[in-house]
């Protein structure tokens, strides 16, 4: 697949940003150049899929990369799998006997990009569960071995569980360990009125704005709140 642009974003064409050029320019300058290839594969045959726009973007991907080589991230958790960008993005960059515990209540989305992620050599490092998040994480937390001992975690399923998820993740990594939380500016809805908001969006836009209150009042972490893709916020945990 060329380094065509290839607009990732389900609210405008140009994000946060001033405009769709210049959103286009840091993807075709910095982001698709450097995008491995069975990355750019995966989101082609994602492309297909009527829920295409769940993949996550890959500027704020690019980003989840350089912070996970920053704490050279070895065990990882992810919440949300759905065709595997982010898994995929995550097991290409952590070390070849890195783990990532990754979590979807639908397996069949995950089975799609899954021979992509056999290609590129690194499924050995992803253990997939099938199953909703929360009766995981309290799984993962009654065995003492897991607490205090994920480096990394990527949290992108259901926006109403994000405080719910959040306190699991915070018991789950180690001091000095990241979260990042996608989707936290919801298509821009989250500075948005109510009434110019689609209704679609209603739910997880307030559901975001809640969260996104309670993360900056946690004292717990350390946060960023990063507009790339569709708004990623990243907390180290103190
Ligand atoms: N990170 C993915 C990527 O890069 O392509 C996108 C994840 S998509 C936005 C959200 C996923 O969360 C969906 O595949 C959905 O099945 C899953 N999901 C939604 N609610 C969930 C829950 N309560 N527990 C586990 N998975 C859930
Ligand atoms: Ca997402």
Not at 77 to 106: C, H, Q, R, W
Request: include cysteine.
């Amino acid at each position: 697949m060329a380094n065509k642009t290839v607009i990732n974003n389900s609210s405008t064409e140009k994000g946060v940003l001033q405009s769709a050029e210049l959103y286009n320019y840091i993807m075709d300058t910095s982001v698709y150049p450097r995008e491995h290839q069975c990355l750019k594969e995966l989101r082609a045959i994602t492309s297909t899929h009527p829920r295409a726009v769940m993949g996550t973007a890959p500027d704020a991907g690019q980003f989840m990369a350089l912070l996970l080589k920053t704490i050279n991230a070895k065990k990882t958790i992810e919440i949300g799998v759905f065709t595997g960008y982010s898994l995929l993005l995550t097991a290409l960059t952590i070390p070849d006997d890195g783990k990532i515990t990754a979590i979807d209540m639908n397996r069949s989305s995950y089975e799609i990009g899954l021979p992509i992620i056999d290609k590129a050599g690194v499924k050995h490092k992803i253990n997939f569960i099938e199953s909703e998040a929360l009766p995981v994480l309290d799984q993962l937390l009654k065995d003492p071995e897991n607490k205090g001992t994920f480096d990394f975690a990527f949290v992108d399923a259901d926006k109403d569980n994000y405080a719910n998820y959040h306190e699991r993740v915070l018991e789950l990594l180690k001091p000095g360990g990241i979260a990042v939380y996608d989707n936290t500016l919801w298509a821009g809805t989250v500075a948005m009125d109510e009434s110019s908001v689609p209704e679609s969006k209603l739910g997880s836009r307030k559901a975001s704005i809640e969260f996104n209150k309670y993360i900056a009042g946690d004292a717990r972490v350390q946060i960023s709140q990063v507009p790339l893709g569709d708004g990623i916020t990243v907390c180290r945990r103190n």
